[in-house]
Every structure is written in structure tokens, then in C-alpha cells.
């Protein structure tokens, strides 16, 4: 069964989450955007044993630490999709930029894109690819916990925003609705920031997605 633990971090508050299987205690870390030692703190809290650092999309909040993690691990990247190359390239200037004290541009081992799977114990994530907020953003979905890892793309009460270079506010609409309220709307989500959600919830009084405002 899938576990998780949120874990905010950088200034931005950024819901970098550990999920793990129950079962083999392998776990995955999503987003790792800074502050590695909360990270390294909580994985040795909770004794699971990290295999893979996951990436919804390459902003500094969310991949930050991701060279460190998987340095220290000795272990794999997968994510985002090679559309947010340029954002990984660019770290080094959003660390001067935003005040970061440690951030490093990565090499990712995989890409990723719809339909794609990940897996470490024996959990399997579903990958969608939903565009809008960055171009190479994607979805984490474990489908037996009714969970989504959404990054940026949706918030409790509003969604991501499209005003950072290759933003596409219509692309950004079309992922939520198209990609995402199909899977459910009992299905829960963890944000990039602030606090979960369902689906339903937020079709029923998102004021950016809504299903009345289409």
C-alpha cells in the first residue's frame, strides 16, 4: 500500500512529498525543491529505503535539490518531461535570482510522458502529462489510493500559474479538465503548495475550472 509524508520546503513552501510502498519500505522522493537535510531528516524518521527522485517539472522550488538527493542516494531521476529542459538549464540563474543557497543543474535518466509508468516497491505510479504551467509538466497518479501528485498544475481553490516563460493558460485549462477530473472526483491530490483537495471539490468551486464555467 502507498504511504506518504509531505514535507514543505525552500522559502515557496514547496510540498516536496516521500511516497513509499508499506510493503518493501522503497520510496520515492517527489520534488525535492531544497532544504535537503528536512528531506534526509524524514526519510531516516521514517526508514524507508529512497530508490528514485521523481520531478513534476524543473522549476528551482521543485528540482533544487534534486543533484544533491540523487547524488547522495546514488540513485535515479525520472522526470519531467524533456519539454522543461530549458527550466533545468536555467537553475543556476534562478538560484542567483530567487536567493537559493544550494541548487544544481541535473541530468535526468528518464523522461517522461503520458501513459508512461513508474514504479519502486511494489507500487506503480501512472504519469500524465498535463502542460500549461511549464511545458514539460506531469502527474503522478496511484490509482489503487485514489492519489495524485499534481505539482503546480492545480491548487486547492485556484491552479498554476502561466505568466513564467512558455506558460500556456488555455494548454493549462485543457490538462486539468481533460487529464485530470476524468480520473475521479473522490480522487485526493497533493499541490505543489498549500493544502489537498479532491477533484471534485475543486470542479464543484474552483473559480479557474469549475465545471459551470464551462
Known amino acids: 500500500m502507498l504511504q506518504f509524508k509531505i514535507i514543505p520546503v525552500t522559502p515557496f513552501q514547496q510540498n516536496c512529498t516521500i511516497f513509499w510502498c508499506d510493503e518493501t519500505m522503497q520510496a520515492a522522493v517527489i520534488d525535492p525543491g531544497g532544504d535537503i537535510e528536512l528531506i534526509l531528516a524524514e526519510v531516516d ?13 524543473a522549476h528551482i522550488d521543485h528540482a533544487g535539490a534534486t ?25 543556476e540563474e534562478q538560484k542567483d535570482r530567487f536567493g537559493f543557497a544550494h541548487a544544481e543543474a541535473f541530468t535526468t535518466d528518464r523522461w517522461l510522458d503520458q501513459g508512461d509508468k513508474v514504479t519502486f516497491g511494489n507500487l506503480e505510479l501512472e504519469v500524465y502529462f498535463c502542460p500549461g504551467h511549464t511545458p514539460g509538466h506531469v502527474v503522478f497518479f496511484h490509482r489503487e489510493s485514489k492519489l495524485a ?12 500559474r502561466t505568466d513564467f516563460p512558455r506558460g500556456d493558460h488555455p494548454r493549462l485549462i485543457k490538462s486539468i479538465r481533460e ?11 497533493i499541490p505543489g503548495h498549500g493544502p489537498m483537495s479532491t477533484f471534485g471539490q475543486e470542479r464543484q468551486s474552483n473559480p479557474f475550472v469549475a465545471d459551470h464555467l464551462v
Request: aromatic share 10%; no cysteine; charged share 20%.
Open 149 to 160: 501528485q499534481v505539482g503546480d498544475v492545480l491548487f486547492s481553490g485556484s491552479i498554476g
Open 67 to 91: 543533484h544533491a538527493l540523487a547524488s547522495h542516494f546514488n540513485i535515479a531521476i525520472e522526470g519531467p518531461h524533456k519539454e522543461d529542459q530549458f527550466w533545468i538549464d536555467l537553475i
Open 179 to 189: 487529464n485530470l477530473f476524468p480520473l475521479g472526483n473522490d480522487v485526493k491530490f
Open 45 to 57: 524518521k521514517l526508514k524507508v529505503d529512497v530508490v528514485k527522485v521523481l520531478l513534476t517539472h
